[in-house]
Structures are given as structure tokens and as C-alpha cells.
């Protein structure tokens, strides 16, 4: 059996898929949007219009490094494109959160972040998160915010990486693997806990489980939902009533 700490060691690995090449298989007639119309274009954020089966759509993607300011001030712009629009809107959840460095703190991360949280949750288009690799703290949740989740099997999602919280309760990172397990980081573990409402399997390696087919009959089914319904369903599960859950998932 796969333990956590091997899961977060795959989904690390480089060899791994990114957000990147993830929608150039998932999207045709693509256009990519760049910058933040504000201070500099993040790498880190990829943003795309394109086709998913004949669906117009805005994908938003993650490239596993750290988000600064720019990069979550892209996904607004993205976001914001898409409900003008009326586009379907699909993260891919992949980072390790937020750049933390001093000159991020100064560009405004924490209101970038904040900002991409109130994007996700005001967008009137269907929105759809798909946890691809890491997902770390507030970097991660803030594009995951959507109407319903998906992850891939091997995916992992923590608010602390298992290092970091190795080192605040033993001072001793070497405990990481150990913290793993107890964090409860899995898809799995975010499936039972009521975060994510389904996996898709990785058996084969990410491209061949049937990723394509499942993001593309979720948007169709969120399509087909009276916006109305849909948008308080996603107040509902964002703001407080979907935390029951949680306690479900710890019982």
C-alpha cells in the first residue's frame, strides 16, 4: 500500500506532469493570456482559453513552484474573463503555495490571495478544481474554491507542508514521513473528509486514467445547473455549511 509520504514524493517528482503540459493535452484551440495587467507575468499561473470537446473554456493551471502576486492577480483576470463571458472556468491545483519571500509580502500576496478567494467564489460561470499534484496551504485552496472538486489519485493537499510541520512540533524535519500520515493529506482523505466529490484513477500514469472524459462530463453537468441553484450550492459548500463534512470525515 502507498503510504502518504510516497504519495507526496510522486506527485514531487519531476518527471511528474504540470499544469503546463496537462492542458495542451486536455485543450484545443488554445489562446494563452499573460501578465497581470498590473506588474509582471507569473510563470508559475498558466491561463488559457481553449476547447475541452467542443466546449469554449478558461482553464486556469498551476506549475507545482510557489504563486507570487502576479500569478493570483493573472487568475483574477482570468476568472474575470470567463464569468464576462460566460465560460466554464477549470483550475488545476498544483503548488506549494505562495511565494513567501519579503518582495511578494511587499507586492501584496495576502490581498492577491484574499482577491482570487472572492474571484472563485462571485464567479457566475460553472467552475471546476481539479487537484493534479501538491496542494499547499492558501495558494492552493484560493483557485480550488469551485462548485465541485476532483483530484487525481495520487494528488495531495496539506495546510502545512509535512517538513514544515515536522520542525514546528519536534524540531526535527527528518519526522516528515511520520507527520504525513498523521495529516491526513491524501485524495483519498479529502474524498472522505467531503473536500473532494470524486477521484479520477492515475493506473497507467496521469495521461492514461480517464481525466479527459471526467473533467468534460463534470462541466457539461454543472452547465446544465440553473445558475441560480448552482451558485448558492458553491455559498453553501464555501461559507460555512460544507464544514460538516469535515466532521463527518474525522468521526
Known amino acids: 500500500m502507498t503510504t502518504p509520504w510516497e504519495r507526496l514524493e510522486l506527485v514531487r517528482d519531476p518527471s511528474r506532469p504540470r499544469a503546463t503540459e496537462i492542458l495542451a493535452a486536455l485543450l484545443d484551440d488554445t489562446f494563452e493570456l499573460h501578465g497581470d495587467r498590473m506588474a509582471g507575468d507569473d510563470e508559475a499561473v498558466v491561463a488559457r482559453l481553449g476547447s475541452l470537446d467542443g466546449r469554449r473554456i478558461v482553464a486556469i493551471g498551476q506549475n507545482h513552484t510557489r504563486i507570487a502576486p502576479s500569478g493570483f492577480r493573472k487568475a483574477i483576470r482570468a476568472i474575470s474573463l470567463a464569468g464576462e463571458k460566460g465560460l466554464p472556468v477549470l483550475t488545476l491545483i498544483d503548488t506549494r503555495g505562495a511565494d513567501p519571500l519579503p518582495a511578494s509580502e511587499g507586492a501584496g500576496i495576502a490581498a492577491a490571495i484574499g482577491a482570487t478567494f472572492e474571484a472563485m467564489l462571485a464567479c457566475p460561470s460553472p467552475t471546476l478544481a481539479l487537484l493534479t499534484g501538491e496542494g499547499g496551504s492558501g495558494g492552493a485552496l484560493a483557485m480550488a474554491a469551485a462548485d465541485r472538486v476532483l483530484a487525481l489519485s495520487n494528488a495531495v493537499f496539506s495546510v ?49 486514467g480517464p481525466m479527459r472524459e471526467t473533467v468534460a462530463g463534470e462541466l457539461e453537468a454543472l452547465a446544465l445547473m440553473a445558475p441560480r441553484s448552482r451558485l448558492e450550492q458553491r455559498a453553501r459548500r464555501w461559507r460555512g455549511a460544507g464544514n460538516e463534512h469535515l466532521g463527518e470525515g474525522r468521526r
Do not use: K, N, S
Not at 512540533?169 to 482523505?189: C, M, S, V
Open 160 to 208: 502545512i507542508a509535512p517538513e514544515g510541520a515536522a520542525a514546528i512540533l519536534y524540531r526535527d524535519a527528518a519526522r516528515a514521513p511520520e507527520l504525513a500520515q498523521r495529516l491526513r493529506i491524501t485524495a483519498a482523505d479529502l474524498e472522505a473528509f467531503g473536500l473532494v466529490d470524486r477521484l479520477i484513477g492515475e493506473a497507467g500514469g496521469v495521461w492514461e
